[in-house]
């Protein structure tokens, strides 16, 4: 898709949607993302929730098997409500690292 098809679907967003793409965008270009750790040696440097051995792509691998926030949290109390924010705004802009990933675990 490019700027000029994306356009008009941008400047319909709301004021606040208008600002979540703003970081969105912003998050991406430098490459931080709260949260959010790629380690050398640690689960094979897939990105994870900061400071644990959490992968991303196991966090949207529980959403799509129907796992709640609220269930997510209680299995993994070393997680937060914020750790769950940043790791899905993460796969949302890095969505073929992330599938890549799932697939390469559901081939494992």
């Not at 709301?14 to 965008?25: F, G």
């Not at 994870?48 to 299995?75: K, M, N, V």
Request: hydrophobic share 40%.
């Amino acid at each position: 898709m490019t700027l000029k098809e994306l356009q008009p679907q941008l400047l319909a967003l709301t004021s606040e949607e208008k600002a979540q793409a703003i970081q969105l965008l912003a998050q991406s270009l430098s490459n931080f993302w709260p949260g959010i750790q790629k380690t050398p040696g640690v689960m094979g440097g897939e990105a994870c929730i900061r400071q644990t051995r959490f992968p991303i792509w196991l966090l949207i691998s529980y959403r799509r098997e129907g796992a709640s926030d609220a269930h997510i949290l209680e299995g993994h109390p070393d997680l937060s409500a914020a750790d769950l924010v940043n790791g899905f705004a993460y796969a949302e802009a890095h969505v073929d690292e992330i599938e890549k990933a799932i697939r390469e675990q559901e081939e494992a």
